[in-house]
């Protein structure tokens, strides 16, 4: 059998029925991508995870007190849709979002008059406070380390300059232990910045970007909560973790942030199980605990979480995606495998004389086959790789679009590897043998003088 | 190559009910560089006959022996493999391929021959050649005259040089002196490596070449016996 002469052929062959093969190729083009999106999708949801773990290990519990005083729920409004606004943040517009605060101002007289944190009159409920954080360390051996934290969203700003809306976090020097930050200027929290309440904090890398634009920042005094700051150290890049992204978030002593607020409560608890294997028990253990101080609490407030749980919920959502994508392979393949075997069908009736003519010469059933079968499978196999080429066109779109729909991240890149690229070619290689598999046998089959008769 | 045909019946089927017997018991048998000539009216059976004996087509009943083997009971693939090899079939309507050009429909029964891409190349410009065609090499069956298509598949036929040439109506569209040019090369190729020529043929001057000529008549052997 002469391959090279065969290939020559078959290229002819392609440009027959062009039309009616282009149509059943597409459906070939969008089951590859769909393979190869998702595989990429996957891989990269696992590696995001794996990063993850290693920023924080699996042995993570958190706690979240749901309620907010109403101060925190407005700016906590334009906080989020800002972060919606992504990337472009750098482009969003300070008046817009002054905009949005007088709006929701009109709308919450209360918060506005900067009342009562209880605000519309309705009295402040049982908080978690320092004093309780002291019990439960006595009370939960199990937990090695237990970190308060308080969230507050607040103006902030240099003097003189428009203020910004920020995730302002008060905590003590444990977050750092607890969280493996790392300060890439300065310090970070130091226990004496707790006990005397110092007005000082440490400024997540992007936010420091923003504000200080590039200029040293620490030992500069920064203005939020009604009163100045000075910054004692910026954070290395961290990323997203457990929903918060440290490199916007601004570090201050809970103590000073209490005192600056009037109010004292703890929003959350970092907590750290002695081993990996204690952090679901202990996340069932913290919630019962906390619920046994806030009697009044309803408990669907007050929530708990764990990085097993975390991982699990990353698993479910990889797989929802999986079938996802698995269906719409299987499907357009499917279609297009019919629409190639009908061609393909086609393309043996046409040719009947000329197989007719191949066998006489000599051209056994089998030579006959890996012809047609050859045709079948190149066709498919220039769907595959237009598929491909959309594939990774699509992956990071999809990653962002499983990202917002099903997770709470800010989605991840797509990693591809290379077996990917195999296994997708693979794929609609083998949607062409298989639709070509029929008609190649009815060609092969076929007796040399009837073949010779057709017209 | 030796040929021996015994007992050989075809019938076609053309509905549960209708059955057309193209081959009555049919006996044969060519020696080795023979020279047949198939007589006999149109539909009597002549191509039917070629094509059992070019392994085409499946006799219904009967027994077909090439040299020692029984050729009834071959495989799909023995069939194909000794087609490749060891048989020329020049057909009645040239049968070449209509979008190849015509040196590759000479070298096509080569491609499924272990030899080299230029060597089948220079075999299939060889037979074009000596059939008077070089120079229409690069023609396609469209772009050529009917006598034309015959010597492409007279070269065709040849270029593997077979064991046993089967002819149906081979200088049915030359004129006298091609359809003689083309006659001398099969008696010649006979002639030098024992290739056994079976033609089937209404024109009385390839009977006359012929050492032995089979007059058919409705599917059946009417005589056998030395040409005029
Ligand atoms: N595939 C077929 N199906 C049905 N009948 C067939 C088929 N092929 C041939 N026949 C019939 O078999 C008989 C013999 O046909 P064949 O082609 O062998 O005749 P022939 O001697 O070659 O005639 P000609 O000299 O016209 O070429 C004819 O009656 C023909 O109609
Ligand atoms: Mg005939």
Same mark, same amino acid.
């Given at each position: ?6 290939? %020559? ?103 506005? !008059? ?89 400024? %997540? ?72 294997? %204690? ?101 498919? !196999? ?49 949607? %062409? ?23 | ?15 549960? &009910? ?12 060519? +020696? ?15 191509? &039917? ?15 077909? $022996?090439?040299?020692? $083997? ?12 000794? /087609? ?12 070449? #391929? ?5 040196? +590759?429909? =000479? ?9 080299? /891409?230029?060597? $089948?190349?220079? +075999?299939?410009?060889?037979? #074009?050649?000596? =059939? ?7 023609? $396609? ?10 010597? =492409? ?7 593997? /040089? ?14 006298? +002196? ?13 002639? /030098? ?36």
């Amino acid at each position: 059998m002469d391959w090279l002469y065969m290939g %020559g052929t078959l290229l002819r062959e392609l440009r027959t029925n062009r039309v009616r093969r282009i149509l059943s190729i597409l459906g070939v083009v969008i089951g590859t991508a769909a393979v190869i999106s998702s595989l990429a999708v996957v891989e990269g949801g696992r590696e995001q995870l794996r990063l993850h773990l290693e920023k924080m290990g699996i042995n993570m519990v958190l706690l979240e007190d749901r309620y907010r005083p109403e101060p925190v729920r407005l700016f906590q409004d334009v906080y989020e849709t800002e972060q919606r606004q992504a990337a472009a943040i750098e482009d969003a517009q300070p008046d817009e979002i002054e905009k949005k605060i007088i709006l929701k101002s009109r709308a919450s007289p209360g918060a506005a !008059a900067g009342q009562d944190p209880s605000g519309d009159g309705i009295p402040m409920p049982e908080v978690l406070r320092m004093r309780d954080v002291e019990a439960l360390r006595a009370r939960l051996p199990e937990a090695a380390l237990i970190e308060p934290v308080a969230m507050d969203y607040a103006e902030v700003g240099l003097t003189g300059t428009r203020p910004r809306v920020a995730l302002v976090e008060g905590g003590t020097a444990l977050g750092a232990v607890i969280r493996n930050l790392a300060v890439r200027e300065g310090r970070y929290l130091i226990p004496s910045d707790t006990e005397r309440s110092e007005q000082v904090c440490v400024l %997540g890398s992007r936010i420091a970007e923003e504000i200080f634009k590039g200029a040293p920042a620490v030992g500069r005094r920064l203005s939020m909560l009604g009163s100045q700051w000075r910054v004692v150290g910026v954070l290395q890049p961290k990323g997203t973790m457990m929903r918060f992204d440290y490199d916007r978030l601004i570090q201050v002593p809970i103590t000073s942030m209490h005192e600056r607020r009037g109010i004292e409560m703890v929003s959350a608890l970092l907590v750290q199980a002695r081993d990996n294997d %204690g952090a679901l028990a202990l996340r069932d253990r913290l919630h019962h605990e906390v619920m046994a101080r806030l009697r009044d609490r309803d408990p669907e407030e007050i929530r708990v979480f764990c990085q097993q749980e975390l991982i699990e919920q990353h698993a479910t959502m990889l797989r929802t995606f999986r079938i996802l994508t698995i269906s719409v392979a299987a499907f357009s393949l499917l279609v297009s495998g019919v629409g190639i075997m009908n061609i393909m069908l086609v393309a043996v009736r046409e040719r009947t004389r000329e197989i007719g003519i191949w066998k006489a010469v000599g051209a056994t059933d089998a030579d006959v086959m890996a012809h047609f079968l050859s045709e079948s499978v190149l066709t498919c !196999a220039i769907g595959g790789t237009l598929g491909i080429l959309l594939g990774v066109l699509l992956a990071s779109e999809a990653a962002g679009f499983v990202a917002s729909t099903v997770a709470e991240t800010s989605g991840w890149s797509p990693v591809f590897l290379p077996v990917f690229f195999g296994l997708s070619l693979g794929t609609s290689v083998a949607v %062409g043998l298989v639709s070509g598999l029929f008609p190649a046998l009815v060609a092969a089959r076929l007796e040399p003088t009837e073949a010779l008769r057709h017209e | 190559m030796r040929v021996e045909l015994s007992g050989i019946g075809k019938t076609y089927r053309l509905s549960e &009910t209708v059955e057309v017997p193209a081959l009555r018991d049919i006996d044969l048998r060519v +020696r080795e560089g023979e020279f047949v000539a198939l007589v006999g009216p149109s539909g009597c059976g002549k191509t &039917t006959l070629l094509s059992i004996l070019g392994l085409l087509t499946l006799p219904s009943a009967g027994s077909y $022996r090439l040299e020692d $083997r029984e050729a009834a009971g071959f495989s799909r693939n023995e069939m194909a493999r000794c /087609r490749a090899s060891t048989i020329g079939f020049i057909f009645q309507a040239y049968n070449l #391929l209509p979008r190849e050009p015509a040196w +590759r429909n =000479v070298m096509f029964p080569l491609t499924f021959r272990a030899e080299t /891409r230029a060597t $089948r190349r220079q +075999r299939a410009l060889e037979a #074009l050649e000596a =059939v008077g065609l070089a120079h229409r090499a690069n023609h $396609r069956p469209a772009q050529m005259s009917g006598g034309e298509q015959q010597r =492409v598949a007279v070269a065709r036929a040849l270029v593997n /040089r077979p064991k046993l040439l089967l002819a149906d109506e081979p200088t049915g569209n030359l004129d006298s +002196r091609t359809g003689r040019d083309v006659l001398d090369m099969i008696v010649d190729l006979a002639g /030098r490596f024992g290739t056994s020529v079976i033609t089937a043929t209404h024109d009385p001057r390839v009977a006359a070449r012929a050492g032995r000529v089979v007059e058919m008549s409705d599917g059946a052997i009417v005589s056998d016996g030395a040409g005029t």
